[in-house]
């Protein structure tokens, strides 16, 4: 997947500009619907505003509003960037990726991102879309969840929707080749797949 280890093959060859899925499905949604080349847009846990994300996260936390320090922040950033938080949000940016599929996948225990961000994202995008909530995923957890539905219900999204492309496959990065010992305390753990 784009943005990630994992990788959409078409072809046997990335292609970025065609294929667009990853974890970072707020940036997606502002790119992409400035960029026409990219064909179908694959979105998992991702918020619709960024100050209600932060709201969120100071509410489940610390059982307190936000507004005080998101509006400094916003500042901050703003002076740090050249933008303010409104400016980078999914939910402004969703409708605009029509006519091109859109797949929204979220968790319900979600402790991110709030869960009803995705019907936010959702009811705001135009046709095609699809939404796929799985009610007992935290954040980014719908794969870690059954990957091989995840897999291939992603897969399956392209199918459909790329033009010109062959089946689309998931491709795992070759590991480096070492001529050490496997040492299993200095060799670091592939997470996604020890669980």
């Known amino acids: 997947m784009v943005g990630d280890e994992r990788g959409l093959a078409v072809g046997g060859e990335r292609d970025a500009h065609r294929i667009s899925a990853d974890g970072r499905g707020v940036l997606r949604c502002v790119q992409v619907a400035r960029i026409e080349d990219v064909e179908a847009l694959v979105v998992d846990s991702a918020f619709a505003t ?49 006519p091109r599929p859109i797949l929204i996948i979220h968790g319900g225990k979600d402790s991110v991102v709030d869960p009803k961000d995705a019907y936010l994202l959702y ?30 219900k992603v897969t399956d999204f392209f199918d459909l929707h790329l033009k010109n492309v062959g089946h689309l496959q998931l491709v795992e990065p070759a590991l480096p080749e070492t001529s050490e010992p496997n040492n299993t305390e200095d060799t670091p753990q592939n997470l996604s797949e020890a669980s």
């Open 50 to 98: 960024t100050l209600g994300v932060i709201d969120y996260n100071f509410r489940r936390a610390l059982r307190v509003p936000s507004a005080p320090v998101a509006w400094v922040a916003d500042r901050l950033l703003y002076w740090r960037a050249g933008y303010h938080f409104n400016q980078v949000e999914p939910l402004r940016n969703i409708a605009h990726i029509a």
């Open 123 to 152: 009811a705001a995008a135009q046709e095609p879309k699809e939404l796929w909530f799985h009610p007992n995923a935290d954040h980014c957890g719908v794969y870690f969840e059954d990957r091989h539905a995840y897999v291939r």
